[in-house]
């Protein structure tokens, strides 16, 4: 079963808005990480958070986590077209296995 | 793709037929992984390697088999595919230290028919 689940699934938005993405799962973690996919593409890292830090940021990227609650979200700031891709959250299920998310598709107009 | 390169990029069986996966690094990482995507499901990870002969099963693993011989390389097999399987599989590789990132391949599209 998924760890994690993304919200929304999908998201549109205008070049230079802000895009918000959000990760919910379900056991106690160690980190927790976002990755991006573009179309055909494999996966890329983005941003790893661990358990005892609340923020992160990397550049247009802002990464929150909340243990209390189980969540994480993904903040990409001042989006652009190059922008548009799957996002997917990854939990660290133990043993060196990394357990994803079912993904946010974001698309950026120009 | 970091250095790893999944072979073939595309393939087309017929039920019932065996298919091989092929995954080969130049990164020398120990950890090596096989996912399948599919719509609604994201990533689900079949099987994995901590080493050379050393593998152990994922979330998905009916229908799979695997091998590594060589560091280098990791061996996805499907000794008799099903439709179930059409899928995009996805190699990655990690040094293996907790949470370190891991490194994806470009992907094979496998559909069976």
């Known amino acids: 079963s998924q760890q994690g689940e993304e919200d929304p699934q999908a998201l549109s938005i205008q070049e230079g808005e802000n895009a918000t993405m959000n990760c919910s799962y379900k056991t106690s973690i160690n980190n927790l990480q976002w990755y991006r996919q573009n179309s055909g593409r494999g996966l890329v890292h983005l941003i790893l958070i661990r358990s005892n830090e609340r923020e992160k940021h990397s550049g247009r990227l802002r990464v929150t986590l909340d243990t209390s609650k189980k969540s994480s979200s993904l903040l990409i700031t001042a989006s652009r077209a190059a922008d548009t891709a799957s996002y997917f959250c990854a939990t660290d299920a133990g043993f060196q296995k990394l357990v994803f998310g079912t993904g946010t598709r974001l698309l950026v107009s120009p | 793709d970091a250095g790893i390169t999944q072979s073939p990029r595309h393939k087309v069986t017929e039920t019932g037929t065996p298919v091989t996966l092929r995954c080969h690094q130049t990164?020398?990482?120990?950890?090596m992984y096989w996912y399948r995507q599919d719509p609604g499901h994201g990533l689900r990870l079949i099987h994995y390697s901590y080493g050379v002969k050393d593998t152990d099963k994922g979330e998905v693993s009916d229908g799979y088999s695997v091998s590594r011989s060589k560091t280098e390389d990791f061996l996805l097999t499907l000794e008799s595919a099903t439709s179930s399987q059409t899928s995009v599989y996805f190699c990655?590789?990690?040094?293996?230290?907790?949470?370190?990132?891991?490194?994806f391949g470009s992907g094979t599209q496998l559909s069976v028919l």
């Open positions: 990655a590789i990690g040094t293996g230290s907790p949470g370190e990132k891991l490194f």
């Open positions: 990164e020398n990482h120990r950890y």
